[in-house]
T-cell receptor, first 111, second 111 residues
Framework: KQEVTQIPAALSVPEGENLVLNCSFTDSAIYNLQWFRQDPGKGLTSLLLIQSSQREQTSGRLNASLDKSSGRSTLYIAASQPGDSATYLCATHDSWGKLQFGAGTQVVVTP | NAGVTQTPKFQVLKTGQSMTLQCAQDMNHEYMSWYRQDPGMGLRLIHYSVGAGITDQGEVPNGYNVSRSTTEDFPLRLLSAAPSQTSVYFC??????????FGPGTRLTVL
């Protein structure tokens, strides 16, 4: 069974620093990997989808990399802002579209 | 587009009661799914559907029923609520591009 791990569970950085969030998975036979953001009491907002054939995906200040062979994905957020404070979740997709989630990294960006 | 919508936002049930959580999407997505989110357990798949008339079980299906009579709607039925079903429930949908979109969630408490 696929297991997805996100370390650290929580992270606090001062505004302006770059954020590096890690996601590891045990089964490299993934179909896609998706990063989400979740604000307290809210739903999940999709940030980036990386298909298995891709090495990275970028959107604005966000960049996500994927290394299937080592079972790792990293989400980089450049020049963090207090509005980036949230929980970030990664999830692997199988070929049926079923998602396996990590427990998330809770990020606090202090002004 | 409203995206993925869920009703109700909050619900309190007594043990043994039944109810239906509603989920609808207006993106003409074939794939829809239900997850529950519990502290320390992350998000886990309950049921999913690859199209109207087709459903299958996920990781934690016991105590839940689903049906998919239209592309737009994917209701989740709790047959006889138990305190262990206290959770936040999320519905998601996916189109041909593989990116998955989540609804705002239903917070359910079973007393």
């Amino acid at each position: 069974k696929q297991e997805v791990t996100q370390i650290p569970a929580a992270l606090s950085v001062p505004e302006g620093e770059n954020l590096v969030l890690n996601c590891s998975f045990t089964d490299s036979a993934i179909y896609n990997l998706q990063w989400f953001r979740q604000d307290p009491g809210k739903g999940l907002t999709s940030l980036l989808l990386i298909q298995s054939s891709q090495r990275e995906q970028t959107s604005g200040r966000l960049n996500a990399s994927l290394d299937k062979s080592s079972g790792r994905s990293t989400l980089y957020i450049a020049a963090s802002q207090p509005g980036d404070s949230a929980t970030y979740l990664c999830a692997t997709h199988d070929s049926w579209g079923k998602l396996q989630f990590g427990a998330g990294t809770q990020v606090v960006v202090t002004p | 587009n409203a995206g993925v919508t869920q009703t109700p936002k909050f619900q309190v049930l007594k043990t043994g009661q039944s109810m239906t959580l509603q989920c609808a999407q207006d993106m003409n997505h074939e794939y829809m799914s239900w997850y529950r989110q519990d502290p320390g357990m992350g998000l886990r798949l309950i049921h999913y559907s690859v199209g109207a008339g087709i459903t299958d079980q996920g990781e934690v299906p016991n105590g839940y029923n689903v049906s998919r009579s239209t592309t737009e709607d994917f209701p989740l039925r709790l047959l006889s609520a138990a305190p262990s079903q206290t959770s936040v429930y999320f519905c998601a949908s996916k189109g041909g591009g593989d990116e998955q979109f989540f609804g705002p969630g239903t917070r359910l408490t079973v007393l």
